[in-house]
């Protein structure tokens, strides 16, 4: 740990910090090493000369989770001037917003006017590439969208229902672990262009930038959905559309 704050002093310290967090991540037990392993992916993606990421995280090497909140509330508070015409809101609460939210609890989606259960792989989590009752690949790019998870953060921040968060938290980390991005270009139900582009700008970031975020959010989803916001970044810049108004959404998802 004194090397790893020495290098921070030194410039060094994202990339030491980052690889040491891995490591801790492959010995310690889930879901703590999955946060720590998270984070280092984070911190390496941050730029070590801005000064906002060394003022903000300073000596974190014995509480990398808390550098990962100081991150967050930083951007926060950066982000609330342009929030109006930057982010896209949450859903009101209303009843629509709490059906949405309760069908969600049992993994039951309608979209586009069509209504399925999704089911459950042998671990236990989501087929994220189910294609709905009527086999249509739409029905599984829709749902990787992720639309729900604004309303089940806003049924938790209205209610406080533990329900709501346990879903949230539990959904997300199954996409996280089971959903990576590929190295080419691809039409998959959960990587396609289009449907990155939605899921970051409709889905995670409205959540991540609400005040209660850190606390709905369990450490391990936290860093988690920072840590693959560079990676929808570079599946945008990448593997984009060619044209049309595919191309528009997706530059304004990258933006």
């Known amino acids: 740990m004194a090397n790893l704050r020495e290098g921070w002093r030194r410039g060094r310290g994202l990339p030491l910090l980052a690889a040491a967090l891995l490591l801790a991540g492959a010995a310690a037990p889930a879901p703590t090493s999955q946060a720590f392993a998270y984070a280092g992916k984070f911190f390496a993606a941050l730029n070590p000369n801005d000064p906002a990421v060394k003022s903000d995280t300073g000596d ?73 009752p009527n086999d249509d690949p739409e029905f599984a790019w829709f749902l990787n969208r992720q639309h729900h998870i604004p309303a089940l953060f806003v049924a938790w921040r209205e209610t406080k229902d533990p ?10 980390r199954d996409w996280l672990a089971h959903c990576p991005r590929p190295w080419h270009y691809t039409f998959s139900s959960s990587w396609r262009a289009l449907e990155v582009a939605r899921r970051v700008e409709e889905a995670w970031m409205p959540v991540l930038f609400a005040p209660q975020a850190s606390t709905a959010l369990d450490d391990d989803v936290l860093a ?26 997706e530059m304004t998802g990258r933006a």
């Open 60 to 132: 974190v090497a014995d509480d990398p989770m808390a550098a990962v909140r100081s991150l967050l509330a930083d951007m926060q508070k950066r982000i609330a001037p342009y929030r109006v015409d930057f982010l896209a809101p949450l859903p009101p609460w209303n009843d629509a917003t709490r059906a949405e939210a309760d069908a969600a609890l049992t993994g039951t989606f309608t979209l586009q006017n069509v209504t399925g259960t999704v089911p459950h792989n042998s671990n236990g989590g989501f087929d994220w590439s189910w294609r709905g």
């Open 163 to 172: 329900r709501y968060r346990t879903a949230l938290n539990a959904q997300l």
């Open 224 to 249: 988690g959905l920072l840590a693959d916001i560079p990676e929808h970044a570079i599946a945008l810049r990448e593997f984009h559309s060619f044209s049309g108004n595919h191309l528009i959404t």
